[in-house]
């Protein structure tokens, strides 16, 4: 008999490793009344605000006007008007419902007409996707006193802004007048972003969070002190900081967001699943389990060929007997906190 305890994130793969999205995982399930596919003619009101605000940051004005829904897709526009002012478009979502789980946007981030060594290029715009909750000082409304942040999307980050870079991370505020980020990461050496669609991601669980770039996972931070508590309202904005703005560029600029996804995962944490045969696999009912045995002292099991499947359990999975994973099959087994 052979008997292996699974306590840390297990792969057997032909391809990639650990690259398991809520399109080939089914321990998520789409929670429809938090996405939107924006492919109505008016934004949700149940779900989405239109911010109206001004002043903001490096010269940011929010307008509702600048929110549009065009071809299903919405779009954020920033516009120079004829007072020298900027103004965009951001939403928000409303009541902080949002905590746990995978966020995913589909959008072309800008279109700015610029062209540097052949490729799209400006400086100052910031399209961005993010989570945010906040508090501020009764007495100070200046002073924010609670503060968590999760930044999705902010691909013009410095040191360039060709677009080359694409910077993600948490910041926190806890009790005092200030903030401290953590957790902060930037993936380079990718296309340059302006070109094509691209899918933002990220997975947040207790424990650790992944950011995902067109389905791939490029960095997990595991400072769970620091991660958000509360629930968090969901952010998209096309910002501008008029410091830093390349004079050459042309306006309108749009964010183009083809659709917001919120994905849970099913939890089933009381119990212990058993699969005793290669048939269960097709049966199994995929939810984050307490813990998984598979096989037993005698059986012979093998995943088919082309199969994906990922089993998920907050204690351990124990494999007994004989288990074969093909060349052309994904198995994964990911250790994942009970919510």
């Known amino acids: 008999m052979r008997k292996v305890k699974l306590l840390l994130c297990f792969s057997i793969i032909s391809i990639i490793l650990f690259a398991q999205t809520p399109t080939n995982d089914k321990n998520w399930y789409l929670d429809n009344s938090r996405s939107d596919e924006f492919d109505t003619t008016t934004l949700d009101s149940n779900l989405w605000e239109k911010k109206n605000y001004s002043g903001w940051g490096y010269g940011n004005y929010a307008v509702p006007s600048n929110v549009l829904l065009e071809n299903n897709c919405l779009k954020l526009k920033l516009e120079k008007r004829g007072n020298g002012l900027y103004y965009t478009g951001q939403i928000e979502s409303k009541n902080y419902q949002y905590l746990y789980g995978y966020y995913e946007i589909f959008c072309k981030i800008l279109e700015p ?8 290029y400006t400086a100052g715009l910031i399209p961005t996707f993010w989570t945010a909750y906040q508090v501020r000082d009764p007495n100070n409304s200046n002073c924010i006193i609670a503060h968590n942040e999760i930044d999705i999307l902010e691909p013009l980050a410095t040191p ?12 926190y505020w806890d009790n005092f007048c200030g903030g401290t980020q953590t957790g902060t990461y930037t993936l380079s050496n990718i296309p340059a972003l302006f070109l094509n669609w691209h899918k933002f991601a990220v997975e947040f669980l207790p424990n650790r969070v992944t950011y995902y770039f067109d389905d791939s996972p490029f960095y997990t931070d595991y400072d769970a002190p620091t991660f958000p508590t509360h629930g968090m309202n969901v952010i998209l904005a096309l910002a501008i900081n008029y410091l830093q703005l390349d004079p050459n560029t042309i306006f309108p600029q749009y964010q183009i967001v083809d659709y917001f996804r919120f994905y849970n995962l099913k939890m089933d944490c009381g119990n212990t699943a058993i699969i005793e045969n290669q048939t269960q696999f097709n049966t199994f009912d995929y939810k984050v389990k307490n813990n998984i045995t598979i096989g037993t002292s005698s059986s012979n099991i093998s995943i088919s060929y082309g199969d ?13 007997g004989n288990f074969v994973v093909p060349i052309g099959s994904e198995f994964n087994v990911i250790p994942t906190p009970c919510y």
Do not use: D, Q
Request: aromatic share 16%; glycine share 6%; with cysteine.
């Open 160 to 171: 360039t802004y060709n677009a080359h870079y694409h910077k993600v991370g948490i910041w």
């Open 308 to 320: 994906s499947l990922t089993f998920r359990m907050n204690n351990s999975c124990i494999i007994k």
């Open 113 to 120: 007409g610029n062209y540097k060594n052949n490729e799209p």
